[in-house]
T-cell receptor, first 113, second 116 residues
Framework: EAAVTQSPRSKVAVTGGKVTLSCHQT?????MYWYRQDTGHGLRLIHY???????EKGDIPDGYKASRPSQENFSLILELASLSQTAVYFC????????????FGSGTRLTVL | GDSVTQTEGPVTVSESESLIINCTYS????????LFWYVRYPGEGLQLLLK?????QKGSSRGFEATYNKETTSFHLQKASVQESDSAVYYC?????????????FGAGTKLTIKP
């Protein structure tokens, strides 16, 4: 069974609304990540975390907040969703960070209208 | 900055033919690069295909091979004879073993379709 589970699989949101994307891992990994992918571009790092109750900014954190309430769970929050945040979002976990292998969820397709 | 450029898709290859997906990288701020190929099959998340951390070495998995070439800053993915089950999106990625740098830079992905 999948060790990194994202929910929902897809979501349609309205501009200005709040969106929460959830990620749950059973790998017992310390590191968790949120990436977004836009058509024609590579994955870009939004936020990551290496311990519960702490999050770090990635390359494109503006407009996003992250929450890591436990080792297993990592959420991405869009307080005021915008059209430019339409993308596919991937969650991943890693045992040691620092360019070790990432284990990905199957992605959430978010459409903001 | 750091970047990864790979073959622009979509790419279509006939079954049993050979395949090469090009990947070149720029690692201006990375002291100790790790190079990866990830694959995403339809409906699934990305999964590691192969990884190489030492220049000059070759990684291999599921019939795919890639050699880390520091001189040409390349990490091309090759397979001698593709199968229909290889249809997927392939991502080249660059990471940093240096302490404190969690960034992994991904290419845009190459969508591969194998014709039966």
């Amino acid at each position: 069974e999948a060790a990194v589970t994202q929910s929902p699989r897809s979501k349609v949101a309205v501009t200005g609304g709040k969106v929460t994307l959830s990620c749950h891992q059973t790998n017992n990994h310390d590191y968790m990540y949120w990436y977004r992918q836009d058509t024609g571009h590579g994955l870009r790092l939004i936020h990551y975390s290496y311990v519960a109750d702490s999050t770090e900014k990635g390359d494109i954190p503006d407009g996003y907040k992250a929450s890591r309430p436990s080792q297993e769970n990592f959420s991405l929050i869009l307080e005021l969703a915008s059209l430019s945040q339409t993308a596919v979002y991937f969650c991943a976990s890693s045992p040691q960070g620092r360019a070790e292998t990432l284990y990905f969820g199957s992605g959430t397709r978010l459409t903001v209208l | 900055g750091d970047s990864v450029t790979q073959t622009e898709g979509p790419v279509t290859v006939s079954e049993s033919e050979s395949l090469i997906i090009n990947c070149t990288y720029s690692a201006t701020s990375i002291a100790y690069p790790n190079l990866f190929w990830y694959v995403r099959y339809p409906g699934e998340g990305l999964q590691l295909l192969l990884k190489v951390i030492t220049a000059g070495q070759k990684g291999s998995s599921r019939g795919f091979e890639a050699t880390y070439n520091k001189e040409t800053t390349s990490f091309h993915l090759q397979k001698a004879s593709v199968q229909e089950s290889d249809s997927a999106v392939y991502y080249c990625a660059l990471g940093d073993r240096g302490y404190g740098n969690e960034k992994i830079t991904f290419g845009a992905g190459t969508k591969l379709t194998i014709k039966p």
